[in-house]
């Protein structure tokens, strides 16, 4: 099953960037559609973003004209251009490709905060 490994996470400040990446593996054919999530303390997992093979995007509201999400040329990497972070972004970032694998990384820590 497919493997994911994230990175790029940290300690930002109110209105900070961060780029996070993620490399997947171990998938037996090409993979179409690539996604981000994040859970927050204490909360659920939630959807971010998610990029498919044709360009498509979609973006959950709170990360709609802050964040982007791309994909590597090789199509087993996908990244995520947070801009004008808040405390409220504060979560693990996890990538995973839809429809889900069970394997998830360990995820990487978005800390917002002054």
């Known amino acids: 099953q497919v493997q994911f490994v994230e990175s790029g996470g940290g300690l930002v400040q109110p209105g900070g960037s961060l780029r996070l990446s993620c490399s997947a593996s171990?998938?037996?054919?090409?993979?179409?559609?690539m996604a981000w999530y994040r859970q927050p303390p204490e909360k659920q997992r939630e959807l971010v973003a998610w990029r498919n093979s044709y360009g498509l995007t979609s973006y959950a509201d709170s990360a709609k004209g802050r964040f982007t999400i791309s994909r590597g040329n090789a199509g087993n990497t996908v990244y995520l251009q947070m801009n004008a972070l808040t405390p409220e972004d504060t979560a693990v970032y996890y990538c995973n490709v839809i429809p889900n694998s069970n394997s998830w990384g360990q995820g990487t820590q978005v800390t917002v905060s002054s």
């Open positions: 171990g998938s037996t054919r090409p993979i179409h559609t």
